[in-house]
């Protein structure tokens, strides 16, 4: 097995939602605002390699919505999915699982594409499989008002009408459950139902793509929890749980939305489970 970080691209999001009540006078600290108080967010996915196997997780907002849509998120940098796996040495079309922790469309816009005349919409991995699960499937494709902006039609539908829609099966009877895909699964409810938080098992070492978990380095205290989550309680429970373990067993965070910071684990303090070290990807596993 072999993985890759693949940037797909940054924007900005305001940084009073990312991090619900915690004052701002605290989250800059760590997650500085620009003018209009947005701060840096990434789309950072990961690429298994696996055998016969070419696994993607997540793979960012794509590019077919309209200006005005892109106008909300303030895009920067230069990152692309094309241009990443192209400096990796695949294609698109070189992948055979596209697995979305969540239907949100900062995790699972690239999944469509307009079709060659703009007239519709097309899967924009033909040779893939698409996962998520039945609970969320059918929460995103009957949203609430919360989260409706979120869950964007032209996203889903189309993976279904391809014939390329999978379901990942559920017991229920683990804290990490076994999945097709070579990789655990921890299920958590709180900032959507249902998000899938996978952790996987690379050169002896626990790697745990946080997805919208932990979003970034400045939400890794109990009570920094996005005012995006639908049922905040449930997270800080979800959270208090993950932090223990993940501490107890040093576990590596990757991190999909911090523009800046790749892995990280955390420690035990007398204030609660906190950041230990930063790492890059390439510091850990590819080191000169």
């Known amino acids: 097995m072999t993985i890759y970080p693949v940037e797909t691209g940054n924007f900005k999001l305001d940084g009073g939602a990312m991090f619900g009540v915690v004052p701002k006078s605290i989250w800059t600290r760590t997650n500085p605002a620009d003018a209009n108080n947005m701060i840096d967010i990434a789309a950072r996915c990961l690429l298994i390699e696996d055998k016969e196997r070419l696994i993607l997780i997540d793979n960012g907002m794509g ?5 005005k849509f892109f106008g909300y998120y303030y895009q920067w940098g230069n990152h692309t999915l094309d241009s990443s796996l192209k400096k990796l040495g695949f294609h698109r079309d070189d992948i055979t699982d596209v697995f979305m922790t969540h239907l949100h469309f900062d995790h699972c816009g690239g999944s469509i594409q307009w079709n060659s005349d703009k007239t519709g919409y ?8 698409f996962w998520t699960n039945e609970n969320h499937w059918d929460w995103a494709t009957n949203p609430n008002a919360r989260e409706k902006a979120s869950f964007l039609k032209e996203n889903l539908l189309p993976m279904q009408e391809s014939g390329q829609l999978n379901f990942v099966q559920r017991n229920d009877t683990a804290f990490l459950e076994e999945s097709e895909l070579g990789f655990d699964i921890l299920f958590v409810d709180g900032h959507t139902e249902k998000q899938m938080i996978p952790h996987i098992r690379y050169k002896e070492k626990y790697i745990v793509f946080m997805a919208d978990l932990i979003p970034t380095v400045g939400h890794i205290p ?3 929890v996005m005012g995006y989550d639908t049922r905040p309680l449930l997270t800080l429970n979800e959270k208090a749980d993950f932090l223990n373990t993940v501490a107890e067993n040093k576990y590596l965070l990757f991190f999909e939305h911090d523009a800046h910071n790749e892995l990280c684990t955390l420690k035990k303090t007398e204030k609660g489970v906190r950041l230990d070290k930063l790492f890059s990807f390439n510091e850990i596993f590819n080191p000169q």
């Open 63 to 67: 590019n077919k919505q309209s200006e």
């Open 222 to 224: 109990l009570p920094y």
């Open 122 to 129: 097309e899967p924009a991995f033909k040779n893939a499989r």
